[in-house]
């Protein structure tokens, strides 16, 4: 046998090396498929995945596999192109077939890296028919959705415009498609890769999902006066922070309240109080007789059957605070004085709490339910608003700017002991009380708002009123009119709250 000198197993390691160095600038090397730059497997998966293309069809057929898109990590077969400012991705989505995990998912994504962790939001159809807009809004923060009333739409569609995203759906092939929620800042920075993924949601299996008729478009910045307002009533599981949309429309709608029976929403648009089931549906007008211009300051009394509400259609025009039967009827007004904003009711049903103008100053006020005098509770200079009372009727919390800035307060229900709850820099608005007594959710703005104005960056926060640990429920477009008033589902769980949209007039959803 012959032997290979010292200096030839050098040379032959020296050329593996090169060769092994080609073989991998040869695999790292893009591979473009249809309009996307590359594709490749993001995290980590056991099986590799591909992606096929039809041009006849502009149809794209992605197998992937991957444990999950969720929580902290993702592991899926993503086809994709960088590119930079606003961007449109369209498709038909279907899985090649029914079996596997009801959680596998075929979603279009925009994405700052192709870091299992990265920053991301993407309009993901799930097998079992559920469509959401999922997005981690912090690289290896946990991901969160907001999922659509609307089940196995055929058409999806994501959107970036400016520094918000959001989902259209459509439930046939036909080119026009709904705004369907969102309108979620998102903290892209520079070129994302925007594209469409699978994932098995089985770290064992490969699954195929078919993407047909893919448009990728990147219009031209729109003028934000041209903009198109929708509002969307959600829910928002307070285990999970996971979002649902209850109810989406065109125009400008406020402040939710949840029933005692826990069947279904009321809230106000145009002047008049609406009704929406809660299983799904169109939304009906109470009557509520001469009260025709109600505003965002209405709530249901302890036993179901009266709906406090504040109306402005009568006198001077400013607001009054009647009681309306909870299934309509003409209304039997409560205070003499205006303006008055209805805001909380005593567990006992007795006594209403409200805020009232008077000689220039907003102050918190009680009066019977029944009529009668009207009692001051706060005298400090500056705006108190929100007054709600506890379910054991041992406080009313309230807000107020006494210390320069809006923080959350609470008092006795004689107005004694004001105290303040916390304390931080932003500006905390609109206290309510879980029935259970256990947690207070509210409306945060920046240090840079005053007052609380519509159509701003807001959070819902809500606080344990055992350890006082303060915990981000949801980031959202909204302010005026997103939680004005109690919206707290019956047994604590969950919470209803609008949020908004300002669609483009270049993207109206076609």
Not at 52 to 68: K, L, V
């Amino acid at each position: 046998m012959r032997t290979l000198s010292p200096f030839s197993i050098v040379a032959l390691m020296i050329c593996a090396l090169f060769l092994n160095a080609g073989l991998a600038r040869v695999r790292a090397a893009p591979v473009p498929v249809g309009i996307f730059e590359d594709h490749a497997d993001v995290g980590t998966v056991l099986h590799p995945g591909a992606v096929d293309y039809d041009p006849a069809r502009r149809a794209y057929t992605i197998s992937g596999s991957g444990e999950n898109m969720w929580f902290a990590t993702d592991a899926f077969q993503f086809a994709w192109k960088k590119v930079s400012g606003d961007v449109t991705l369209t498709a038909d989505i279907a899985f090649l077939t029914k079996t596997g995990n009801q959680h596998k998912k075929a979603v279009l994504m925009l994405r700052q890296s192709l870091d299992a962790d990265s920053v991301y939001a993407d309009v993901a159809l799930h097998a079992s028919g559920l469509t959401s807009l999922q997005f981690r809004d912090e690289k290896g923060a946990v991901t969160r959705e907001i999922q659509s009333n609307l089940s196995a739409p055929a058409r999806l569609r994501i959107a970036r415009r400016g520094d918000y995203v959001y989902m259209s759906l459509g439930v046939d092939q036909a080119p026009k498609l709904e705004v369907a929620g969102g309108w979620l800042r998102i903290p892209f920075r520079g070129p994302i890769y925007v594209g469409l993924g699978v994932c098995s949601h089985d770290k064992d299996v490969i699954e195929q999902a078919v993407f047909s008729d893919v448009e990728l478009r990147q219009p031209a910045s729109a003028a934000a006066g041209g903009a198109v307002l929708y509002s969307t009533l959600e829910t928002v599981t307070v285990d999970s922070a996971d979002r649902k949309v209850a109810y989406l429309a065109p125009g400008r709608f406020e402040a939710p309240n949840w029933t005692r029976d826990g069947i279904a929403f009321l809230f106000n648009r145009n002047g008049r109080i609406e009704r929406l089931p809660v299983s799904g549906g169109e939304p009906r007008v109470l009557d509520t007789g001469l009260a025709t211009r109600c505003n965002n300051d209405h709530g249901i009394s302890p036993d179901g059957t009266q709906l406090g509400i504040s109306d402005n259609s009568q006198e001077n025009h400013e607001s009054l605070v009647y009681i309306a039967p909870i299934a309509g009827g003409a209304p039997r007004r409560i205070t003499q004085k205006s303006p008055s904003y209805w805001h909380g009711w005593s567990p006992d049903g007795k006594t209403l709490a409200f805020v009232g103008q008077r000689k220039g100053e907003f102050d918190i006020y009680t009066i019977p339910a029944a009529g009668g005098e009207e009692t001051q509770l706060t005298t400090a200079k500056g705006l108190d608003d929100g007054p709600e009372y506890s379910p054991d009727g041992k406080y009313i919390y309230f807000n107020s700017e006494r210390t320069g800035h809006m923080q959350i307060w609470r008092m006795k229900p004689d107005g004694s002991e004001q105290e303040q709850v916390f304390a931080d820099d932003l500006n905390n608005w609109f206290p309510h009380i879980s029935p259970d007594g256990q947690w207070m959710v509210f409306l945060t703005y920046s240090t840079d708002v005053t007052g609380h104005p519509e159509n701003k960056d807001v959070t819902l926060r809500f606080m344990s009123l055992t350890d006082k640990k303060i915990t981000v429920l949801a980031k959202l477009f909204g302010g005026q009119g997103t939680i004005n008033v109690p919206s707290w589902s019956p047994d604590s769980k969950q919470l209803a709250f609008v949020s908004y949209l300002l669609i483009p007039p270049e993207s109206p959803g076609n």
